[in-house]
């Protein structure tokens, strides 16, 4: 005598089992395309209002209308037309992009533009004074052969003014320490100290 099968003794046939088991499965592509057809479409997100945001670059004022999220990098770049600032990992590990923020220097890349409002920025352009001169420690940069393809320069420069006006250029060491912020691809590191030596004390202040 034949054992009954554990289906048949929960009252299901095989025959019945297969015949729903299939039903299912062609049932499924309906009831997914019926689901998609339910499911609301996303709607397109509101566009954030922008930002006015006032700056005063290189003494000049500026009333930028922004995105929130624009960086001060990108808002002196494309916004205000200052390319001079350069963007080299826009992730706050280069130093290319610094700046002088109420004369204290800050990585643009990492500064939303909004943030700044009200203060005053310094970019390499705004330093060369106008009687054609240009700023010590500019001079320096030129006058030591401080760099090779310059990329880095306006935020080495830059540094460099903040560096002294910090006091921490009164060494080589501290020099090396408190630039090490700013790479240069090209490796002029001796020639960029030798210059804020050169300039440091006609920088102090200025
Ligand atoms: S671009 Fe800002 S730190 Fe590199
Ligand atoms: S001069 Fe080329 S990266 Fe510094």
């Known amino acids: 005598m034949s054992q009954p099968s554990a289906l048949s003794t929960n009252g299901l046939s095989r025959r019945k089992f297969m015949a ?22 996303a709607a397109e997100p509101k566009l954030r209002r922008p930002v006015v945001t006032s700056l005063r670059i290189n ?5 930028l ?3 929130a999220r624009t960086s001060l990098l990108d808002a002196l770049r494309d916004h205000a037309g200052l390319t001079g600032t350069k963007k080299g990992c826009d992730h706050g590990q280069c130093g ?20 700044n409002d009200g203060k005053d920025i310094t970019t390499v352009e705004g330093l060369a ?24 320069t306006p935020g080495q420069i830059l540094s ?39 300039a440091r004390d006609e920088t102090k202040g200025a």
Request: glycine share 6%.
């Open 20 to 41: 729903g088991t299939v039903s299912a499965a062609a049932a499924a592509p309906l009831l997914a395309s019926r689901a998609e057809a339910a499911t609301p479409v």
């Open 65 to 67: 209308s922004l995105d």
């Open 129 to 152: 004074p106008s009687d054609g001169k240009l700023h010590p420690m500019q001079q320096a940069f030129i006058d030591h052969d401080a760099f090779q393809c310059g990329y880095c």
């Open 160 to 198: 460099a003014i903040g560096c002294v006006n910090e006091g921490h250029a009164e060494s080589e060491n501290d020099i090396r320490e408190y630039m090490s912020g700013n790479i240069c691809r090209c490796a002029a590191y001796p020639n960029i100290v030798a210059a804020i030596l050169q």
């Open 59 to 63: 003494e000049q004022p500026y009333e």
């Open 96 to 115: 290319a992009c610094t700046v002088l923020v109420d004369g204290k220097r800050v990585l643009s890349c990492l500064s939303f533009a909004a943030m």
